[in-house]
């Protein structure tokens, strides 16, 4: 499927917030554009063609072919963008395909990713002389509902849509799928002098032709500051993996975000922060090492907080990588490993006794990677994620997974309790472990 | 796919094996038609047909309605089973239901899985009046040539079977997927007074309608003492996974498979023999840390070579759990664990400065998990797994898998060398880390 992003437009009422054209607006490290094109890109879409009008030069020259990004993008000129959307639209005629089915979009609209890929799905079982359009009635939801255009709808399909409809029920998302339908009625429409798209759709709407395909994530049509500042809450919060450990919950999001938001518009990597909270946890280590447990524990969980952001940074900018998530992992593991053997070496030059320093902190250090150990190979064993919040039963509140671990050496770290930390780290790590041979036990599936 | 499954002969040239009746005369610890059954349930073949003839009590008093082996068993005797086979795979025809396919299989042969496999897989493009027979066309590989019922083809199209065919290019290995075609020319052959499977095969070889299916792996028609060691060999080498490492190789699997063979009439299950390996691997730890090295090193090697023993009775006997995999995974973790610290308690013991012995066994004990964090990880991720044979390039022979591991403590055993045995896992497990993200770098899937 190929799709179609209209980015024609003059978008004057973001001026405030920036000079560049609309769709250069960076948000969130990517301009808005980017952001659609890499939204797609992760639904396997790669042919992008963009309807340029206002500011055709300046897009041109920031995406160029889209090779940089891993796509290909071809460009169409509508010189009469001023006319309507419609007509921008209608460009994309010459380099329609007989019986293609095509995305269309709006530079401007930013979507969570689940409703592109549902859309997608959806496209898949239309008619041949269909318009899908995704549509949204989750009405107390919808950000700025007076400027959406709003849809009257029966059942699945749309009646009419307007601006100013007194009766509707849902809203227009500004993101459909065409199978050559609209162009006809593109055409028919701007003959009949009227140059929006929303004429075009509204000849379908009345032929009975517009399919409505609700969406249940967000969405927002980036028109003004407060559209703005809203979408990036909306993206931010997107980021939250639903699996989260009730430390990383509770505590470690609402840092890790903001530390996100600050970093996203800096070139750093994932990796690089990978890194960067490797080289957090080492001077953890060093500090408690060298008889600062305070610093030593608070640097802990500042690791642990960091820890959290090279995962949002990947899912916000679209740099996921395997290679990022195996050395993520396992850079985790030797993070803990450096911040254990520096408590231990705290208490071993305190200590007169090391017998009780070797075997303690040798059991701390044999538990911490328990958990990981456990959850990877359930998962290759079962093709199923082990999911602590849900399988761990009452067990889930235990500190044993990274989250947990980090915290509880944080307050060993403040309170000064050393050699307290390493037994509780080692008895929850390691009864976790025990407790879950017994939860997979009795999984059906095993 | 439902199996008819042919014991009603007598087999009399295997009494000086055993007194009991052939189809039940157990082989490494599965009676031949218990091996049968639970092979095509390893296929997913659940309801089997077994023809009983002279031992029809004795096969149903042991076998049941297959409910313990998780398989529906339906019973048909044939009283005229001394005419010949063909009467006994004719007594089929009253369950036979239009246009079904069925697996024909002789009880005292036995197949690699792989066999069954990919017959199943060849059966799915077979022609409505079709037989297709599985023929093993690699004569110099095949066990007792004189007993095989021999095939004259051309291509993959049977021409004439016989036991005393002169020209002839393949044999018959007893495994046939019907499509109804075989039942008629049974009905045929039998009122001609021919009463063997052969003939009626002869009836469809004539008019082109035996498609041959060549096998790639082993099997055996177990019918005398010979064949039976010969099938006993063939079956325990088939147990040795493609990827081992090279101490598992070379060392570990010579005796695990004696084990094995010897385990194999027990009642031991895989789960237990895990538990006993782990136990071994205590001893061990305890030998080390009461100084006795030699007996630590000693029984860490046997301890190894146990480990091979529960996935080889787990495979040999159809017993593998998913279960049983993370429970085995999880335990040789901590049977690293506990024997190294043995090792690091013993030389604690003996050592005037204790920080040496804290830091070196905290570098041994951390790298022991990791080349399995690793390959799990690294599994869930790409969704291949990790191969340290081939993935791991010139550094597979490093000894950082468990089996060079638990070698390198023998070694440092026998040899009384404590601090250089950890120090040398220590390097050799985090080297191989380190060498690992770069391989995983790589890879163009990464």
Redesign the interface.
């Known amino acids: 499927m190929r799709a179609v992003i209209l980015a024609a437009g003059e978008g004057s009422r973001l001026r405030a917030l920036s000079q560049r054209p609309k769709p250069l607006i960076p948000l969130l490290g990517l301009p808005l554009i980017e952001r659609s094109i890499l939204a797609l890109k992760e639904c396997d879409i790669k042919d992008c063609i963009i309807i340029t009008g206002c500011y055709a030069d300046e897009i041109r020259d920031y995406l160029g072919n889209g090779r940089q990004l891993g796509v290909n993008i071809t460009y169409l000129h509508n010189s009469d963008w001023k006319l309507g959307n419609g007509v921008s639209a209608a460009t994309f005629q010459e380099l329609y395909r007989e019986n293609e089915k095509y995305i269309l979009i709006m530079a401007d609209h930013i979507f969570e990713l689940e409703i592109l890929k549902s859309v997608i799905e959806a496209a898949k079982i239309m008619e041949d002389d269909e318009l899908l359009l995704a549509s949204d009635n989750r009405l107390e939801k919808i950000h700025d509902l007076d400027e959406c255009t709003k849809i009257s709808a029966t059942g699945s399909r749309a009646e009419r849509l307007g601006k100013d409809l007194e009766n509707f029920n849902a809203v227009d998302c500004g993101l459909f799928v065409d199978t050559g339908a609209l162009q006809k009625a593109l055409a028919k429409s701007i003959a009949q002098g009227a140059y929006a798209l929303t004429d075009a759709v509204n000849i379908l709407a009345e032929q009975g032709k517009v399919k409505l395909h609700f969406v249940n994530h967000n969405w927002v049509d980036v028109d003004d500051p407060a559209s703005y500042k809203y979408c990036e809450t909306l993206l931010l919060r997107s980021l939250i993996p639903p699996k989260d450990g009730l430390i990383s919950r509770v505590i470690n999001r609402k840092f890790s975000l903001r530390i996100t938001k600050l970093l996203s518009s800096t070139k750093l990597t994932p990796n690089q922060i990978t890194i960067l909270s490797f080289l957090v946890s080492i001077v953890s280590a060093i500090s408690f090492a060298f008889l600062n447990p305070i610093l030593g524990g608070i640097l802990a969980q500042f690791s642990s907080i960091l820890d959290g952001v090279d995962g949002e940074i990947a899912r916000l900018k679209y740099l996921q990588?395997?290679?990022g998530?195996?050395?993520d992992?396992?850079l985790d593991?030797?993070a803990d490993?450096f911040i254990v053997?520096g408590m231990?070496?705290a208490w071993?030059s305190t200590s007169a006794n090391?017998?009780p320093?070797?075997?303690l902190?040798?059991a701390a250090?044999?538990g911490l990677?328990?958990s990981?150990?456990?959850k990877?190979?359930?998962?290759?064993?079962?093709g199923k994620s082990y999911l602590p919040e849900i399988n761990d039963g009452r067990l889930r509140y235990l500190p044993a997974n990274r989250d947990g671990r980090l915290f509880l050496i944080m307050l060993g770290g403040i309170f000064n309790l050393i050699p307290a930390t390493l037994l509780i780290l080692a008895a929850v790590t390691h009864f976790q472990?025990l407790y879950r041979?017994k939860v997979?036990?009795n999984l059906s599936?095993?």
């Open positions: 990588s395997k290679y998530e195996v050395f992992s396992i593991r030797y490993y053997i231990s070496y071993y090391s017998l320093v070797l075997l902190s040798a250090l044999t990677p328990m990981m150990l456990f990877e190979k359930y998962k290759t064993v079962t472990t041979f997979a036990r599936n095993l």
